[in-house]
């Protein structure tokens, strides 16, 4: 399971003010650190060559495991900010902006799903990084310009 941890040193840029928000957000985050733990090769720009067979097969069961906590996780919280934009009558005030939330949530949907479906245990390391990728990018970009974004636009009437 996904188990909570603080945000990094850049934690203070990354809160919206919205306290569930935030919690998901942190439960998520904390899935970068055991992506680093799931590849000993990890900050190597090597394959799974380099590994034994009994190695490569655990970090490919690792991957797999945090792949399906991760996606369960995930499509969760894009459903629950979705319906906060519903119920705050965001998707009408602010259809556009909200139109451009839920498209990047596909998006990020879209790019771990492909992911598993690219599982496969002699490119664990490769996926490992791509995944890394996919997480940091959602971290610096999709929490500052989307998730912020809803969360101050909902004060008004939070
Ligand atoms: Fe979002
Ligand atoms: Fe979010």
């Known amino acids: 399971m996904l188990s909570p941890s603080p945000f990094p040193g850049s934690a203070p840029g990354l809160l919206t003010g919205h306290a569930e928000i935030d919690q998901e957000h942190r439960l998520l985050l904390s899935t970068l650190g055991r992506l680093r733990e799931a ?10 060559g ?3 067979a009994l190695t490569a097969a655990q970090c490919h ?22 319906a ?3 119920e705050s009558g965001l998707t009408t005030r602010e259809r556009e902006i909200c139109e451009r939330h839920k498209e990047d949530h596909a998006a990020i949907s879209q790019t771990i799903l492909d992911i598993v479906t690219a599982l496969d245990p002699a490119r664990t390391a490769h ?6 990728t996919v997480l940091e990018r959602w971290q610096h970009n999709h929490i500052r310009l989307h998730d912020q974004i809803l969360v101050r636009l909902l004060l008004p009437a939070l």
């Open 127 to 132: 996926l490992v990084r791509s995944l890394h």
């Open 84 to 86: 906060i934009m519903k």
């Open 50 to 52: 380099g590994c034994d």
């Open 39 to 48: 590849c000993l090769r990890f900050d190597e720009p090597r394959d799974c």
């Open 61 to 82: 069961n690792t991957l797999v495991e945090l792949l399906g906590d991760l996606l369960m996780f995930l499509i969760e919280h894009f459903q629950k900010e979705e």
